[in-house]
């Protein structure tokens, strides 16, 4: 989640129970689960495939950065 915070533009960044970052298409909200190792990623766009894009490139950055801290 860290890393996710300091990769982020200020200007859209937004931290409630996770990490929310938003610019003019849309936003995406990472959320950590407290009791369970899963992480939900939830997104908008201006389309529905827009927002498929923006879950899935946090899913595959929040991918890398857990391959990083485990190498």
């Known amino acids: 989640m860290?890393?996710?915070v300091e990769q982020a533009d200020p200007?859209?960044?937004l931290?409630?129970?996770g990490v929310k970052t938003t610019d003019a298409e849309g936003w995406t909200l990472v959320l950590p689960d407290t009791e369970t190792p899963v992480t939900r990623v939830q997104a908008e766009g201006r389309?529905?495939?827009e927002a498929e894009q923006r879950a899935e490139r946090a899913?595959?950055?929040i991918?890398?950065?857990?391959?990083e801290a485990t190498a």
């Open 63 to 67: 991918e890398w950065i857990l391959a």
């Open 15 to 17: 931290l409630l129970d």
């Open 2 to 4: 860290r890393t996710l």
């Open 11 to 13: 200007a859209g960044l």
């Open 47 to 49: 389309t529905r495939a």
């Open 59 to 61: 899913a595959k950055e």
